[in-house]
């Protein structure tokens, strides 16, 4: 059966590059609702209504649950390098991949633009991240994404980062890869939660080191698309911990890998590794030995409790 083509409607979103300094504004908007700053209003959620993330209505999913991307690095920031932009990307992918099943794929670099214009004629079925600087009420943010779908099926996704901050992101590539997460959640159809405590939140951005890691409330979202990741419930258990226990994993932000049966992250700042085996939470300390952390069916209400 034929299905004509028609053009999708255009979806797009944004992140704006907040300052460090907006989630201790907001504790002061908490603190006293007069001293609301002028960056942001804040809104009492009715009772009785739940927060949560917010997927585009259409709920449509890339064939075979893979996003296959390129890179165009046509004006990447002098300060930064292919390398260092395709680590951040994947490392932002990873993080995704480890919550829900999909799969970025990087195909290689491009010399195609990344589109994020809103007629259909121009929509080329690649999907690129590249750089620009971005211009009009586009201007304010550190990255912005445009996706199209056709039916139940994307069609194309792609990814601008701003020239205008590129100065700030070749500073700190974790801050790249932060951003690269939020956006690569919209390359997923993930449209901007209403859950404060996610990485899709957007009213305001939270910052950059919150970005780092997924929220319970990001990894719903995904699976809501695409199913759980075998180790969805060990990665949120690993998120909660990295974010929470800094003393002993840290830096935050690293993604899984397997080795032996084991699943685990290891955390360079620290030298030290959480791993699952066989439903069981593993803590492996610089200086050893192995020492056992419980089950991970037992710990993830804990971590699920603590917005994980
Ligand atoms: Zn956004």
Redesign the pocket.
Known sequence: MQHPVVPCRSCS???RLVPALAGAALAVANASAQEVPADFSAHEVPSGVHPRYVVDPARPTWPGAVVNYFYNPSRQPAGLSVATVLQALVNAARKWEDVCNVRFQYRGTSTAEPALDTVFSTVDRVNVVGWRLLSGNQSGYA?Y?AWWWQGAGMVDADMVLNTAYGAQLSRNPRELEALAT??M??MLAI??SDKQQSV?F?NP?NNFAFQTTLRGDDAAACASLYGSAPHAPANRIFNWAEQTFTQFVGPAGQSSQNLDGYHYRYYPGTASYLAEKDGMLLYLPADGPLIPLGGVQDTLPAASAAGF
Do not use: P, Q
């Open positions: 979103a944004a992140r990255g994404v939020h956006e959640g919209h449209e901007h899709m957007a951005y």
